[in-house]
């Protein structure tokens, strides 16, 4: 799944990845990854177990994302099968939005 995310990105913002930082977890712990971030050159960051303010940014993004996922079906009266289309669509607004302290998107700021 990194793969095809990584490829796509790089395709997108003509650049090159250059880390690749997770929490640890077991879905990130194998030789298929570790082998293809080798050969691309990415340096692989993992924070210590356990402690998410290692990863503050992320974290609240995720909560963040939840809650809003959450509006989103309880405020169009969406079943929960459709998480996946709620999250997209958070997604998508929130990186188009301004946010508290900064003058520019996120998705302004991956432009170059």
Do not use: H
């Not at 990415?42 to 994302?65: C, F, G, H, R, S």
Request: glycine fraction near 6%; include cysteine.
């Amino acid at each position: 799944m990194f793969v095809r995310f990584q490829r796509r990105t790089e395709l997108f913002l003509d650049r090159k990845t250059v880390s690749f930082k997770t929490d640890g977890g077991l879905e990130f712990c194998n030789k298929d990854l570790d082998n293809f971030l080798e050969l691309q050159g990415i340096d692989q960051e993992e924070t210590n177990p356990y402690t998410p303010k290692q990863n503050a940014v992320a974290e609240m993004y995720n909560l963040t994302a939840l809650d809003g996922v959450k509006a989103l079906l309880k405020s169009n009266g969406a079943a929960q099968r459709f998480w996946g289309e709620a999250l997209l669509c958070f997604t998508y607004t929130w990186s188009r939005v301004c946010q508290k302290d900064y003058k520019k998107t996120p998705f302004e700021n991956i432009q170059v």
